[in-house]
Nanobody, 121 residues
Framework: QVQLVESGGGLVQAGGSLRLSCAAS????????MAWYRQAPGKEREMVAVYTSGDSPVYAESGKGRFTISRDNAKNMVYLQMASLKPEDTAVYYCNALVRTDYDTPLDEFWGQGTQVTVSS
């Protein structure tokens, strides 16, 4: 129904920057929330940043001051600008969205396939 496709991951040195992008497509009436999560090897998936329509972005403590989430509602896109990257930011980053697929349907949650971010020391 709804596809989320991430891009922009890669290998970067500590202190560097990356910009992740996520494009939502498919049966979209409106998108209530777009977010980024990440999962490092051997760890649980954790929230990185959330941007709910009508609200201010929310960040995990680990990314405050370094990460910026933004949305382009016209394009159904969400971005994560990451700066001052640290080796502990190494993880697979997943795009997440709460989407209404029609005017009278409840919100459904969708996930992207993930994009690898590796920060070398």
């Amino acid at each position: 129904q709804v596809q989320l496709v991430e891009s922009g991951g890669g290998l970067v040195q500590a202190g560097g920057s990356l910009r992740l992008s996520c494009a939502a497509s498919g049966s979209i009436f409106n998108i209530n929330r777009m977010a980024w999560y990440r999962q490092a090897p051997g760890k649980e998936r954790e929230m990185v940043a959330v941007y709910t329509s009508g609200d201010s972005p929310v960040y995990a403590e680990s990314g405050k001051g370094r990460f910026t989430i933004s949305r382009d509602n016209a394009k159904n896109m969400v971005y994560l600008q990451m700066a001052s990257l640290k080796p502990e930011d190494t993880a697979v980053y997943y795009c997440n969205a709460l989407v209404r697929t029609d005017y009278d349907t409840p919100l459904d949650e969708f996930w992207g396939q993930g994009t690898q971010v590796t920060v070398s020391s």
